[in-house]
């Protein structure tokens, strides 16, 4: 599905709708230097993309892998384009869950081509911003490739940050006096941490190449600006590092919470327990039918016999109490 | 066992089927700039193998690495041939396993012998479909070298996928309410995925020396296809590298739900027999046999001690209750 | 908000009282090779800053960074300026919590901006040691860049001894025969080294490069001294290093004297009941109602039943202790 | 102890038994370029190899390593001799552990001196098996090291196989339904784990090198055959590596099953002393003495009783069933 | 303190005792090429090694490093002179502890400054032996270095082998019958082990580079020196790396060893309980008041009794035996 699709000229749109199997001659108006074309489709389907493939030139290998998403990150040359796959990631509040889609793009002397899957990192308000910034989309394609990369590695930090805030919640949870089991979600945050990370690893030495201005086809001056974006994925990384080794002790502290706690338990009860079974035997002991048992025949046999009892309780409880076992 | 032998002309095979001791006779055909011959071999033996390296001029150490197989993966010069081991890989649903084979190939100026061990990874379907595609077989040797490395490392990434799902089971399995233990399961998959790290970690450097078209003898245009399979590489070493790690944290996950769940259940038993510690002392007091017991001579004694052990229990129930001990 | 601002020239200050707006002016004063301007920020906003940038003509996106704060630390090059991140960190006795903050250092050919954020980490002494220290002063910019750095990773090293002391005493209290469940503790301490961490690792790059003289604007005459200030960082992150490795054999070591403490309490609660439970059985046996039971008319029946109970218990008693038990 | 010592001229042995002190003469006999010594030594002391060093210029610091032994693996250059230093090792049946010893080389231009310390890894084997292939010692010096470093590794494998064996053992054993501690066997196969990774990790340098004929003294026509050791080196490498994992699973699988078989026994215990406590109420109930209690002179008054203490432990077997306690 | 001081001419002491406050004229004694000054001093204060700064031209920054102590490792060169730290290491029996402390080494190019701090690494013997050897300290300033860093790394070497013992015995009695609670132990022997990192990784650069004759000012022949001690720092880093393994895997063990002891206790002393509780039951039931109660009033009604609880008894004693609980 095309999303959207126009000529750039003098970092200005230059009107011109572009309809399905239109694609050669909307590359065709290309005609000054630094005029391109910036093309935005949706989950295109093998026929649509081979289209868009003839068009603009592009390498079967870079088309299927755009066709069937699941890639790594990756930038990699072609002839004369360039072919750069971005994960991207959305935080879906609903059941605290991190999503992935894919963004790979072509980048030819003269052309964008940008294919999104999944259903997250709309990039329409990255092409809105950059068509009102016409001083920033002057410099041509490398803007809009510096734009596309900014806005997916944003949402990179939006999504540490929910994770960070879903962090403390466990940390808040674990060592909270009351109990709970936060071991499933604890796992699934490191699944959800995991699946950034193989969003961001692989991210970065594309990132460093375009920041050192090594990438042909990409202007050096926008190094900086590729720089800021390398800064911003070293932060997310740094983040979910982090998170990561937290969760972990996090993890080790509850384990060693909850078992702390049951055994306390176990030890009352059965101290509990125990507290009775003096008093007991006391009992059996009175309940024999010798026939020969003097306090059975005191007057005051029965209050003795139960202040024996209360006392040898009573001992017990303050030994107990003593050895911090009640 | 000879499985299968060809020689290639300008894309297409040339029909002459090649019997035993009949080697030379094969090369010898190999008469125009590009022609090049395709043996393949299923377990041979050292004598079948030392006939075919006198007709091709193979290595004695590389001819022993391929009939004794248990290489690890590699690719290596022997004077003017190359010398490529790679390890395949096959799921076997009846017992949840992955299973290994090899594959080595000799790849001189004129022939590509590949050696196979082991039930999997047939090499028909790749020469089939490289028959079908003349314009790519027309490439050469590097188009068979490629071929049979592409087939390979898609069959890692059908194992991948299989691991990944009984991954998900496992953890179904650790999360779910029900008990179960499933460290022996656990340790199995870890077992099988590092046997896939052993097929996969190694290669990954030949690939990259294919991919970066350094290797003399595999033609430098060849290059984009093997960085292909060198991405798939990376994929399934990410996939296998994330199922690893997250195998490590559902075995901690389950051995602290099982410790919980235990514990819980001791609680309770020990708890359930605690309400019981009260009344049984009760019973005994009221079993003493002193002269003296008003009780026992209330009306309503016995009614009463009856109330007096419920009413203990359900104090001790409530409290319980409180406590989260029952 | 301005914190002072001065041109110094041949090592001294000229006295100069610059007001906001009044930049340009400030910058004007420098005349002679070797002059410069320092002007200090505090948490200046997005307004003031750019008028500063306006003026000392920095980079938009370091000027978004300074202003933004919680950068990782770096030192990077825009056009003809130098900008340096730095984490200052302090310890509040309060509650035993690392803090941090950010200095942002933009260093021009004349003039050094630093803009930083946070309570602590104040640049006053720094500033007042090297107006005393004209000698230093002298050798221009690179002495500011010097003493700031300096000054920060002082502060970097205080913290690390504070941590040193909370493990000391985590540590003593993980192996004092007194219980104490440490688990949260030894938590908060990891998340600290973590914070300290942040602050160091990246900063050793920067500094590395500053020792080597390999950063123009920066005199590599002031090398050793960067080499120093590296050497200290290089300590701190060992200190810290050292301490997370420690926090975790601590965490291990209490985790198991806890649950063998708790264990043992059992064992004893356990043993303990286990001594009354035969005279429990042998009091019960003499309270059954057979008509023939020799023992209950003998003269000595009771007293012989109760040496029998603390007969038994003893031998018990005796048992437990030889097992350990008790 | 001179074990054997020859001239070897042409790939064939000279007959010359060499006596002590005799060793000068010895190495006058290489006249001839590419005639060489192989004098072979069994644990000299300092004064046989100090004669050997004045005969052969060896230098005093790989001398001392040489009789002291217990060095790491290692290839250094002294002057116009290589020193070599191999650990070998062996496992010995008997109490299924990996013993160590070691082998020195000293190469000069026409000598090699060979001083094995440890029972194990005799090299007559290898001696014999070059002087029965006289176009292999045909390759001179190289040859021999080559022999030496093959033997060496070949005997790495078995040990490697050997343990794989072990480990196969222990899995089996943690897994098998009977209850057995492993941790201690776990524990010393770690160790000998350890001992065999020590012998070859620090060997891959070495032998990198001389596969890759660096290495002045050793002709590179070798490299291919040093590259086949360094190829079994990795493989042991390899298998080590896996096994040490597999280890680490295996204990911690064997830990958590521990626990929860002595848990289940522990509950099972409990649940059944559970079973007894509710009858044993119902019988004190029924010996309480009060004067009014009708289902004492009830005419199934007994039966009764006992049916209430039959029904309700058969109430709570089956609500223990249910939930899995017993 | 000054400890000693001399002037060395053609690898002799030239007599000459130098008193406080007189080290310039002590360094106008070298006249000839190859003479030299090592002035040895213990734990100076500021003022005494500003003095000797002063007449040796040490460079301020060092000259604070080595007042203070508390450096890591490192060798630094500072204009025309090398400011080599050292960490000293001894053990001390009577409390099993390593102990730290330092040696600062300036080496000029005609004098060596060494400053010692700590009880430890009396540098003495090293000087006495250089003395003897009128050789080696023919070599110059490079025989000093190679003294002093080849006694300090053998002083790590017999640290190493005591740590070694302790770790042995740990081992011991982890994995011995009797029971001993030992991460009190480990925890202490892994601090000490960490302290021995600190002293040699950091060591090992710096060696390197002496081995590698890199070092300007020290003379590249005495490269198989410092290769010599860097080999040892190799040893003593492999075998510390090695203890630390084996510490942490016997705390494992001995984690496992413990609950698995404790959990038996506790199994042993319930089932022991659980035998008692029928023959209790059965005392109740006869102890019940029925007037119709045959039992009661058969002649064998109390051995009957009697019988029927040893008997439960013996029937729950074999079935625990053979479940293995008792």
Chains 1, 2, 3, 4, 5 share one sequence.
Not at 31 to 52: I, K, N
Not at 107 to 126: M, N
Request: proline fraction near 4%; hydrophobic fraction near 45%.
């Amino acid at each position: 599905m095309i999303v959207d699709s126009a000529l750039y000229r003098h970092g200005a749109r230059v009107p011109d709708e572009c309809e399905a199997h239109d694609y050669a001659r909307l590359r065709a108006e290309v005609r000054e230097e630094g005029d391109f074309v910036w093309l935005g489709l949706h989950e295109p389907d093998m026929d649509e993309l081979s289209e868009v493939a003839a068009a603009f030139g592009l390498h079967p290998l870079a088309v299927e892998d755009a066709v069937n998403a699941h890639q790594r990150p990756k930038l990699e040359r072609y002839a004369d384009s360039l072919f750069l796959v971005l994960k991207t990631l959305w935080y879906v509040d609903a059941d605290d869950a991190v999503e992935t889609g894919e963004i790979n793009m072509f980048i030819g002397p003269d052309f964008v081509v940008t294919v999104r899957h999944g259903r997250g990192a709309d990039l329409r308000p990255a092409r809105q911003h950059l068509e009102e910034h016409r001083r920033v989309l002057d410099h041509g394609l490398s803007a809009v490739v510096y734009a596309v990369c900014d806005s997916v590695v944003d949402a990179y930090r939006e999504v540490a940050l929910e994770l960070e805030q879903d962090v403390d919640e466990v940390e808040e949870s674990v060592f909270a006096p009351t109990r709970s089991d936060d071991s499933a979600r604890i796992y699934t945050l490191k699944r959800e941490i995991a699946e950034v990370r193989r969003a961001v690893l692989p991210l970065r030495d594309p990132m460093r190449r375009l920041a050192a201005g090594e990438v042909e086809g990409i202007a050096p001056e926008a190094g900086p600006f590729f720089r800021d974006v390398l800064d911003h994925l070293g932060q997310v990384d740094e983040v979910v590092d982090n998170l990561e080794t937290m969760l972990s002790s996090a993890f080790d502290a509850q384990v060693s919470r909850i078992s702390v706690q049951q055994n306390d338990d176990m030890r009352k009860i059965s101290a509990g327990a125990a507290l009775v079974v003096v008093p007991t035997l006391i009992a059996g002991i009175y309940g024999m039918n010798f026939s020969q048992m003097p306090e059975l025949h005191w007057t005051f046999g029965y209050p003795f016999a139960l202040s024996l009892m209360v006392g040898s309780s009573a001992v017990l409880w303050i030994f107990f109490k003593r050895s911090g076992w009640l």
